[in-house]
């Protein structure tokens, strides 16, 4: 059974660091992308990157270039989202999804909720 | 503002079939037969429906197609219950480096 297991809830205040992480399983990790997609409170959802597990081909919405970064450790099928400098305007809940070969997606976490307040 | 445009909100009575729509450019929606369609429930994370513009999932009803003409795709509920009240989205493989761009989100009324 495919799987994406992401990282609990966080609390942080503005301009700490985060990092959290998209645990793959029941598939060929390196096989697929993983994507990572941001909704916040009442709103839509926002495309942010995408990274290929494969050879670590990594993309980013223009929205989010320099804000983010998008890794991945293949050793332990887990991919990750991070933040330098965090600002209340991240507050959001945060997915990560598998891409297929049209970059769809198909199989998705259950999100990570991240509260930034000072 | 989003790149793919949708409608903000469509309704329809039980039993009747809805449409919603999804309107790109050639660089997207109109270059590529890489059309996505996803429902979100509240609180839930998001589900694929339609992927490829008109392939469904294994284990998604039929009663929900996808299709294309020119730089619109569309998704139809055909048979509406109460149970597909939701937002639905809109994505689309993209020539530009993001590769992948989303719709604002329609949402779903179910009278």
């Known amino acids: 059974e495919v799987q994406l297991v992401q990282s609990g809830a966080e609390v942080k205040k503005p301009g700490e660091s985060l990092k959290i992480s998209c645990k793959g399983s029941g598939y060929s990790f390196t096989s697929y992308w993983i994507g990572w997609v941001r909704q916040m409170p009442g709103k839509g959802l926002e495309w942010m990157g995408i990274i290929y597990l494969g050879d670590f081909d990594t993309r980013y919405s223009p929205s989010f270039q320099g804000q983010v970064t998008i890794s991945a450790d293949k050793s332990i099928s887990t991919a990750y989202l991070q933040w330098s400098s965090l600002k209340a305007s991240d507050t959001a809940m945060y997915y990560c999804?598998?891409?297929?070969?049209?970059?769809?997606?198909?199989?998705w976490g259950q999100g990570t909720l991240i509260t930034v307040s000072s | 503002q989003s790149a793919l445009t949708q409608p903000a909100s469509v309704s329809g009575s039980p039993g009747q079939s809805i449409t919603i729509s999804c309107t790109g450019t050639s660089s997207d929606v109109g270059g590529y037969n890489y059309v996505s369609w996803y429902q979100q429930h509240p609180g839930k994370a998001p589900k694929l429906m339609i992927y490829d513009v008109t392939n469904r999932p294994s284990g998604v009803s039929n009663r929900f197609s996808g299709s294309k003409s020119g730089n619109t795709a569309s998704l139809t509920i055909s048979g509406l219950q109460a149970e597909d009240e939701a937002d639905y989205y809109c994505?689309?493989?993209?020539?530009?480096?993001?590769?992948?761009?989303f719709g604002g989100g329609t949402k779903l009324t179910v009278l």
């Open positions: 999804a598998r891409g297929g070969y049209s970059y769809f997606l198909d199989y």
């Open positions: 994505s689309s493989y993209t020539s530009s480096t993001t590769l992948v761009v």
